[in-house]
């Protein structure tokens, strides 16, 4: 059984940068056919996916955010990371990691979701 747990600062200020961390068990994130996401949802709002990185190490973002997102991996902790620069209250939302086997369009592993809030 997979599991994906996200880690990270709940708060934030206007400006800085978030990081937050997803820890995988019960698999490994260099699996092939494997892509590990990025998604966040906002207060009343829809989920939003945020961007991924594949069982190779590529990157892949939304556009809309692409300017100031960066995802990684550490291997040796079977970990992928998210840094959200230049955050804004519009920010705020719970983050969550999840696993999305190529070539569909569902994720079929999630974390439970991490709350990051963005005030001064």
């Known amino acids: 059984q997979v599991q994906l747990q996200e880690s990270g600062p709940g708060l934030g200020k206007p400006s800085q940068t978030v990081s937050l961390t997803c820890t995988v068990s019960g698999g490994s994130i260099t699996t092939t056919n494997y892509w590990w996401s990025w998604i966040r949802q906002p207060p009343g709002k829809g989920l939003e996916w945020i961007g991924g990185i594949g069982y190779s190490g590529s990157t892949y973002y939304s556009p809309s955010l692409k300017s100031r997102t960066s995802i990684a991996r550490d291997t040796s902790k079977n970990q992928f990371t998210l840094q959200l620069t230049s955050v804004t209250p519009e920010d705020t939302a719970v983050y969550y990691c999840?696993?999305?086997?190529?070539?569909?369009?569902?994720?079929?592993?999630w974390g439970q979701g991490t709350q990051v809030s963005v005030s001064s």
């Open positions: 999840a696993r999305r086997p190529t070539h569909y369009y569902y994720w079929d592993y």
